[in-house]
């Protein structure tokens, strides 16, 4: 069983940055890829990116590949998000994930955090 646990979430202006931290329980956290979803009003959950377990293989949304970087600390069992740059577009409840695939599908996700919000004015 793995917890995850989100922080670093917050009220920015556009062009801000905000550095999101998941942080997962138990040992066999640092063997999952950990992805980052997140969903807006009204919208549907959506893939923003996913770093394997070793931090290999790395990928990103196209709204968001040049403006955030993914990161993690196998040794903390910690996976950061760093998000530069950000617009209104980009508010959202942000999630973290833990799975066996660095997939982009949701799905593919056993373990989820409780979220943390993002909010970006103009």
């Known amino acids: 069983q793995v917890q995850l646990v989100e922080s670093g979430g917050g009220l920015v202006q556009a062009g801000g940055s905000l550095r999101l931290s998941c942080v997962g329980s138990?040992?066999?956290?640092?063997?999952?890829?950990v992805a980052w979803f997140r969903q807006a009003p009204g919208k549907e959950r959506e893939f923003v990116a996913v770093i394997s377990w070793r931090g290999i293989s790395i990928s990103f949304t196209e709204a968001v590949k040049d403006r955030f970087t993914i990161s993690r600390d196998n040794a903390k069992n910690t996976v950061d998000l760093q998000m530069n740059n950000l617009n209104p577009e980009d508010t959202a409840i942000y999630y973290c994930?833990?799975?066996?695939?660095?997939?982009?599908?949701?799905?593919?996700?056993?373990?989820w955090g409780q979220g943390t919000q993002v909010t970006v004015s103009s």
């Open positions: 994930a833990a799975g066996g695939l660095p997939t982009q599908n949701g799905y593919d996700y056993k373990y």
């Open positions: 138990g040992s066999t956290f640092r063997s999952y890829a």
